[in-house]
């Protein structure tokens, strides 16, 4: 059974970083591209960021290109998103997800199979 349990979300300044950590057991994870997305009170959920199986290859969304940075430790089995001059615009409950195995990186939440509980980013102006 997949488990991903996120983690490092809370309240920051507009301006300030914060460091989000999701923890994944029950799959091989080196073998899975690993996505970010977030969901905003009455938006859609939409992507973030993903990130290739061995890390090679990275995907963002334009609204987060140049302020945010996936990355991934197969050794702990472990993704990262480290979200830096963040604006209140980004607040919202980020979820990470297992993506297709063997993949390059895909936008579309379709794609991906297994979900955490999320963890909640305010943006404070």
């Known amino acids: 059974q997949v488990q991903l349990v996120e983690s490092g979300g809370g309240l920051v300044q507009a301006g300030g970083s914060l460091r989000l950590s999701c923890a994944a057991s029950?799959?091989?994870?080196?073998?899975?591209?690993m996505g970010w997305f977030r969901q905003a009170p009455g938006k859609e959920r939409e992507f973030v960021a993903a990130?290739?199986?061995?890390?090679?290859?990275?995907d963002y969304a334009d609204s987060v290109k140049g302020r945010f940075i996936v990355s991934r430790a197969n050794a702990k089995n472990t993704v990262y998103l480290q979200m830096n001059s963040l604006k209140p615009a980004d607040r919202a409950v980020y979820y990470c997800?297992?993506?297709?195995?063997?993949?390059?990186?895909?936008?579309?939440?379709?794609?991906?199979?297994?979900w955490g509980q999320g963890t909640q980013v305010t943006v404070s102006s």
């Open positions: 997800a297992t993506g297709p195995p063997f993949s390059r990186t895909v936008e579309t939440p379709d794609a991906y199979d297994s």
């Open positions: 029950g799959l091989t994870f080196s073998s899975y591209t």
């Open positions: 990130i290739t199986r061995h890390g090679g290859v990275t």
